[in-house]
C-alpha cells in the first residue's frame, strides 16, 4: 500500500467514524451537564484509572492544574464528580466520578474502550505504540494545518 492509498483510504474512514462518535446519545442522567470533549477526557482517565488527584489529572490531560480545578469545579456543581479528602494527605483532594452518575458514563464510555480493545488486541505491544504514535501525530498535524490556514 502507498502513502496515497493509506491516506484516501483513512480520509474515507475517518468522516465515518466521526458520524458514528456524534451519533452516540448522551445519557439523560448527563444531558444537564452539558459536557465537551474536555469533559470526556477527564472522564475516561477517571473511568479508566480510577480516582486521581488534580495535578495527576493535569499531568495525564497534559494541561494546567488549574485547567483541571475548573473542570473538576464545574462537574461537582453539576453533580458529575466528587471531591474528597486524600486520607493520606488531608491538603490534597481526590477526584472521582460520582457514584449515582458512574453507571451512566460507563454505560456511554465503555463502547468506545471496546472497541479500540478490539481493534488493539491482535497488535503486538510495539504495533500498537506505533497506532498511539500515529494518531498523536496526526493530532500535532492538524493543529500545525489548522493555524497555517
Do not use: C, N
Not at 6 to 17: D, G, I, K, S
Not at 67 to 83: E, I
Amino acid at each position: 500500500m502507498s502513502t496515497d492509498d493509506a491516506v484516501r483510504e483513512l480520509l474515507l474512514v475517518m468522516p465515518r467514524v466521526i458520524g458514528r462518535i456524534k451519533k452516540i446519545a448522551v445519557p439523560e442522567p448527563l444531558r444537564s451537564a452539558e459536557l465537551a470533549p474536555r469533559h470526556l477526557s477527564l472522564l475516561s482517565l477517571l473511568l479508566l484509572d480510577g480516582p486521581q488527584t488534580v495535578s495527576q489529572l493535569a499531568d495525564r490531560l497534559e494541561v494546567a492544574p488549574t485547567t483541571v480545578s475548573l473542570l473538576v469545579g464545574d462537574l461537582s456543581r453539576k453533580g458529575v464528580l466528587d471531591r474528597r479528602e486524600d486520607e493520606t494527605d488531608r491538603r490534597r483532594r481526590i477526584v472521582d466520578i460520582a457514584s449515582d452518575v458512574r453507571p451512566a458514563v460507563e454505560a456511554w464510555l465503555q463502547p468506545g474502550a471496546a472497541a479500540w480493545r478490539t481493534a488493539l488486541a491482535p497488535l503486538s505491544p510495539a504495533e500498537q505504540r506505533l497506532v498511539v504514535d500515529t494518531f498523536l501525530a496526526y493530532e500535532a498535524a492538524t493543529g500545525v494545518t489548522a493555524e497555517g490556514v
